[in-house]
C-alpha cells in the first residue's frame, strides 16, 4: 500500500521536524526526495546521507520559500532533472507567537510570505508541470490552530486557515488534470515549533487530546504519504486532521 516507486518529490522544510518525517517517509516508500531546507544545509544533508545510506534516493536543496523566483527556479530545475514533478508537499512553516494587541506588522508579513504566500508560489510552480503530464499531488501543511484558533496566534492561524481556502480552490481548479490537491492539518506534534512548551502548559494540552499524547512528526508524515499514493486518487480537497481527536 502507498508505494511511491518513481515518483518525484519535494518537500519544503525537510531539514527538520514534519518535513524531515515526511520526506523519510516518502523515499522509504520508494520517491525520490528533493530535501529543501532554508537554512539548516547540514541537517539537510544528515537527511539524505541516512536516507542514500538505507538504499533511498534523495538530495537535498537550498529552498527559501518566500523567495518566489527561487521558488520557480528550484522546480524548473528539478523538472529539467528528473523529467517530472510527481508530488509537491509545502511543508516550510514558522510562527511568531503574540497577542493580535502585541503583534507586529513585520511578524505578521513574514509568516504570510513563508506559510501562504511561500506554499502557494511552490504550488504554482509544481501545477505548471502537472498540468502537462495531469497528473499530481500537491500537499499543504495547515494546522488545527486554522480551523480551532489558539490565544496568541492570530497571525499564524490566519496563515494556516487561508491555507484550507488554497486548498478547496486549488482542487476545483486542477481536478479535471487529474491533480489533487490537500492539506493536513496537524494538531500539537513534538518538534522544534512546539519544544519551547513545557511543564504545565505542555500538561495542559496534553489533557484536551483524547488519545492522552502528543503527536509525532511521523504520525503527520504517514497521513502525508496516504494523500501522496494512488491509493488516495480520488480525495481532493480535503483536510485531512492529525491531531489525536483534539479538535473534531
Ligand atoms: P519546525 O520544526 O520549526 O521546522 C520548520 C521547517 O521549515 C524547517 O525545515 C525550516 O528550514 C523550514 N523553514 C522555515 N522557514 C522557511 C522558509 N522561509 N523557507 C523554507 N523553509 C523554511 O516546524 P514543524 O513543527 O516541523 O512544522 C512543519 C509544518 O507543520 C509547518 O508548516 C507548521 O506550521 C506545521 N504544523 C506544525 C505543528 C506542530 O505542532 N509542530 C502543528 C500544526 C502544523 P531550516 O531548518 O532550514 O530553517
Do not use: W
Amino acid at each position: 500500500m502507498f508505494a511511491l516507486d518513481g515518483k518525484i518529490a519535494l518537500v519544503t522544510g525537510a531539514s527538520r521536524g514534519i518535513g524531515r518525517a515526511i520526506a523519510q517517509v516518502l523515499a522509504e516508500q520508494g520517491a525520490r526526495v528533493v530535501v529543501a531546507f532554508a537554512s539548516q544545509e547540514a541537517a539537510a544533508n544528515e537527511v539524505v546521507s541516512a536516507l542514500c545510506a538505507a538504499g533511498k534516493q534523495a538530495e537535498a536543496v537550498q529552498l527559501d520559500v518566500s523567495d518566489s523566483a527561487r521558488v520557480d527556479a528550484v522546480i524548473a530545475d528539478v523538472v529539467k532533472r528528473h523529467g517530472k514533478l510527481d508530488l509537491m508537499v509545502a511543508n516550510a512553516g514558522m510562527s511568531v507567537d503574540a497577542l493580535l494587541l502585541r503583534l507586529k506588522d513585520e511578524d505578521l508579513d513574514r509568516m504570510l510570505a513563508v506559510n501562504l504566500r511561500g506554499a502557494m508560489a511552490c504550488a504554482r510552480a509544481a501545477i505548471k508541470t502537472m498540468m502537462r503530464a495531469r497528473t499530481g499531488r500537491v500537499v499543504f501543511l495547515t494546522s488545527v490552530v486554522g480551523e480551532m484558533g489558539n490565544a496568541g496566534q492570530s497571525g499564524y492561524a490566519a496563515t494556516k486557515a487561508a491555507l484550507i481556502g488554497v486548498t478547496r480552490s486549488l482542487a476545483r481548479e486542477v481536478g479535471s488534470r487529474g491533480i489533487t490537491v490537500n492539506a493536513v492539518a496537524p494538531g500539537f506534534i513534538d518538534t522544534d515549533m512546539t519544544s519551547s512548551i513545557q511543564g504545565d502548559t505542555r500538561a495542559a494540552v496534553e489533557k484536551q487530546i483524547p488519545l492522552g499524547r502528543i503527536g509525532t512528526p511521523a504520525d503527520v508524515a504517514a497521513a502525508v504519504a496516504f494523500l501522496c499514493s494512488d491509493e488516495a486518487a480520488y480525495v481532493t480537497g480535503h483536510v485531512l486532521r492529525v491531531n489525536g481527536g483534539m479538535y473534531t
